[in-house]
């Protein structure tokens, strides 16, 4: 045009503008735009509209605010198109404030926001979880005439029914939809989606398939997408028959399944570990036409590996590619992990090395079945490690206590400009203060903090228990201090580690108003926060507090078996025997198991204090409850009857012992029926229970002189 002597004008400028912006150039659009004013052409909105919406589509938005301040300055005016491109535009970004400043601005430039500007703003506020602020604007939309509010249309209902779906408040949204239906605009196919994910999402499984059924009935038919929602919703919760059934339904109705459909169920029963059946739904997709694609050749892959079946992953590598899927580095990846769990970290390693220069031919190292996977092409040497590689060698290098090469393969990932991110930090934190590295691990926080990781309630739980372990209990309170500063919340697991140390350090009575903020907080403590504080004052002879601690326990965690297992055996090492007495009896009441009960020493140190009568009744009750023990608990309190002259007491007892022994009945369980008694055919004790009595060490005279005394009388020979 130029040679010709043809003078382009504006016109001419904004189709080659909004062609070079339509091929991503946007440095050569910009370019010609600049260019205008010399060739005689002045930009008109049009132009300047082509060129914001070029900036905003790569994310620009404040090069585009620029060009909007060179609109007024070219006296040029904005146009609604324009601001609602930058207002979308700031709200995909976020930033909610932004957008309501061009707002108010474009008002005063005299124009009125439309629809689209309403629905821009709904959409920001409801991605940043303001629903609320959402609609109170949806409201005003509704009923505020008074502004020349526009009215909202059904990608207005469809974003504050999405909203109310992603924030869990199922009833506005119901509410909604009564007033869609009423209104006669909840008819579209996409609104019904957006109520299958929200009922999915929240769990409203059978919901959701009453709606799916409804749709038909609606006049709005199904599509693929609806169905998957529903099928994906299924496999999450397991139910996987129900998924393969809709599936069966899907067809009947004429849809056919996708990938996504068949992916979908199949990585449902890879998480169940049923990989037979994950091969199953493979061969059926590909019977049907359905091209699998990486992910669901992934997903089997991972689920393989996992399953520790690595000659049967390493089939299906080589089927990938022969059938021309590409492996990429998610699929590397699965393979590390793989090697990694089953302790072939060093295989690993090697092959994050070669991937670097080789790409996927790294995996040739394999094997030979590997071979046929190496491929010179581009693709495979695009084929790079990633954060996700790096971490999980970094991870595995420290669990095997490999510091040195973990260390070495953090500065190699540093060096291919491959940043950590707060994940790796905090596996690298853990490890050290989990090994007593305390200093290094600070001096990696130093780092973590220049390279602006945010730090979590794992960054913080690592360095508290690192500083637990060196019992540097100011350290932990000051890091505490700074958790709550920055609005981190300790879990339990935070309190159990400061418990723990105060408790071990005898400062038993600082741990307790830990307990009370927990209470306070509604962070529950579970069963190890009471035995450290119980076990800590029982140590010391606080029999009382340690009650009290109990008390608030059985409260919490109930009247469970673990508790009275704790207090009783505490109780007993502190010597308070009648209080150890009381927690045995209720745990036989309740017919708890007693093998974590130490009942023999109980029962022994009975006898040692002349409480025969104590020791003997304990054994009556657990036989008369039906519980099955260990016969030696008999020898003590048969032997005192013994020398107290009250044979015919010890020979009774000598009787139900042996009747015990005859039947197997040597568990710690309270036994329902003598059907169950019969199954237990023999004595966890090893062998014979008769020798397990008369060959013990502790075995006295006087019970074996009663056992053979006994024996003699029932007429059985030598036993």
């Not at 124009?111 to 821009?120: G, H, M, Y």
């Not at 075995?699 to 006994?710: I, Q, T, W």
């Amino acid at each position: 045009m130029i040679s010709a002597s043809v003078s382009p004008v504006t016109y001419t400028f904004n189709l080659l503008i909004h062609g070079l912006c339509h091929s991503d150039r946007l440095g050569d659009a910009r370019q010609l735009f600049d260019v205008m004013p010399h060739k005689g052409c002045h930009p008109n909105e049009f132009t300047f509209g082509i060129l914001i919406r070029g900036y905003c589509k790569f994310g620009l938005s404040l090069q585009g605010l620029k060009l909007l301040d060179t609109m007024k300055m070219m006296n040029v005016c904005p146009n609604v198109i324009i601001y609602n491109t930058l207002i979308a535009s700031f709200c995909r970004k976020g930033d909610v404030d932004e957008a309501e400043r061009l707002v108010e601005r474009m008002r005063e430039d005299g124009l009125l926001p439309d629809v689209v500007t309403f629905n821009s703003r709904i959409s920001a506020l409801c991605n940043s979880g303001k629903i609320l602020e959402a609609s109170r604007i949806f409201r005003d939309m509704q009923i505020d005439e008074v502004f020349g509010l526009p009215r909202p249309n059904v990608v207005t209902f469809n974003l504050m029914l999405q909203g109310f779906c992603q924030k869990g408040m199922l009833e506005e949204a119901r509410t909604l939809i009564e007033s869609m239906k009423k209104d006669d605009i909840f008819f579209n196919v996409q609104s019904y989606n957006i109520w299958l994910c929200g009922l999915v999402r929240n769990g409203k499984l059978l919901e959701a398939q009453t709606v799916l059924k409804e749709l038909p009935q609606n006049g709005v038919d199904p599509t693929i997408y609806s169905y998957n929602i529903l099928i994906d919703g299924l496999c999450k919760n397991g139910m996987l028959g129900d998924a393969k059934m809709l599936m069966s339904l899907m067809i009947n109705d004429g849809i056919f399944p996708d990938t996504v459909t068949y992916s979908t169920l199949l990585h449902g029963y890879c998480t169940k570990s049923k990989v037979t059946e994950a091969k199953n739904i493979l061969r059926e997709m590909m019977k049907r036409g359905c091209i699998p694609n990486k992910y669901t050749c992934n997903t089997l892959l991972h689920s393989m590996w996992k399953e520790g079946k690595v000659s049967e992953a390493q089939q299906l590598l080589q089927k990938m590619n022969e059938r021309g899927y590409g492996l990429d580095t998610v699929s590397c990846n699965i393979v590390i992990h793989g090697l990694c769990q089953t302790g072939e970290v060093d295989k690993a390693v090697e092959i994050v090395s070669e991937m670097w220069s080789h790409g996927i031919v790294a995996l040739g190292d394999l094997g030979n079945s590997f071979m046929s996977l190496v491929n010179e092409d581009d693709n495979g040497r695009k084929c790079l490690p990633d954060l996700i590689t790096y971490s999980t060698i970094i991870n595995s290098l420290f669990r095997e206590g490999n510091l040195d090469e973990a260390k070495k393969k953090f500065v190699e990932m540093m060096r291919k400009k491959l940043y950590p991110d707060s994940i790796i930090y905090n596996t690298i934190l853990h490890h050290l203060c989990k090994r007593g590295k305390v200093s290094s691990a600070f001096q990696v926080l130093k780092d973590m903090e220049t390279k602006d990781c945010k730090k979590s309630l794992r960054t913080y739980n690592s360095l508290i228990l690192g500083l637990g372990n060196k019992n540097q209990i100011f350290e932990m309170c000051g890091l505490m201090d700074d958790m709550r500063e920055k609005g981190i919340s300790p879990n339990v697991y935070t309190y159990n580690i400061m418990i723990g140390c105060l408790c071990k350090s005898g400062r038993t009575e600082e741990a307790i108003p830990l307990l009370n903020e927990m209470l306070q907080k509604g962070i529950i403590p579970n069963m190890h926060t009471f035995e450290l504080l119980i076990k800590s004052y029982c140590r010391t002879g606080e029999f009382r507090p340690a009650q009290e601690v109990f008390d608030i326990a059985s409260s919490i965690c109930g009247h469970s078996e673990a508790l009275y297992a704790l207090m009783f055996n505490e109780f007993l090492a502190g010597g308070e025997i009648v209080e150890a007495k009381q927690f045995l009896e209720t745990a036989i009441d309740k017919h708890f198991d007693l093998g974590s009960f130490l009942y023999k020493d109980l029962i022994d140190k009975l006898c040692k204090v002349e409480n025969l009568e104590g020791a003997h009744d304990i054994l009556i009750k657990m036989m008369h409850i039906g519980y099955g023990f260990d016969p030696a608990s008999f020898m003590p309190v048969i032997d005192g009857l013994n020398k107290v002259g009250q044979k015919h007491v010890a020979d009774e007892l000598t009787e139900r012992m042996l009747e015990m022994v005859s039947e197997s009945k040597v568990d710690n369980k309270a036994y329902q029926n003598y059907r169950e008694l019969n199954h237990m055919k023999r004595s966890k004790y090893g062998g014979d229970g008769w020798q397990a009595i008369v060959y013990r060490d502790d075995g006295s005279a006087a019970a074996l002189k009663n056992l053979k005394r006994v024996q003699k009388g029932w007429g059985q020979g030598s036993i």
